[in-house]
């Protein structure tokens, strides 16, 4: 069983900044890409962006250049730094892993922007 627990969440003003971790634990086998979704209030689901065990990181148009997500696999941990948050990125976070063949969420951290 494998177990992902977000930190980091919390208020922000608007132009400022965050970082949430995602430490995925348990029976781990072999984890593979790591990823943050987003939804707020009436929205759907969203993705906002993934980082693959090798490779470059993508990122959804609505935060590129402003949000970062990066892994220490060590750790076994995933976080995303946002930078110039708007009111717009406010949401529940979601950590995304997979670890082998099977996908992992987190239960989410919320996240709120506004003056």
Do not use: H
Not at 13 to 24: A, D, E, T
Not at 91 to 108: K, L, T
């Amino acid at each position: 069983q494998v177990q992902l627990l977000e930190s980091g969440g919390g208020w922000v003003q608007p132009g400022g900044s965050l970082r949430v971790s995602c430490v995925v634990s348990g029976t781990i086998v072999s984890l593979g890409d790591m990823a943050w979704y987003r939804q707020a209030p009436g929205n759907e689901r969203e993705w906002v962006a993934t980082i693959p065990k090798y490779g470059s990181a993508g990122y959804a148009d609505f935060v590129k250049g402003r949000f970062t997500i990066s892994r220490e696999d060590a750790k076994n941990t995933v976080y995303m730094q946002m930078d110039t948050m708007k009111p717009e990125d406010t949401a529940v976070y979601y950590c995304n892993v997979v670890d082998w063949n099977a996908i992992y969420w987190g239960q989410g951290i919320q996240v709120t922007v506004s003056a």
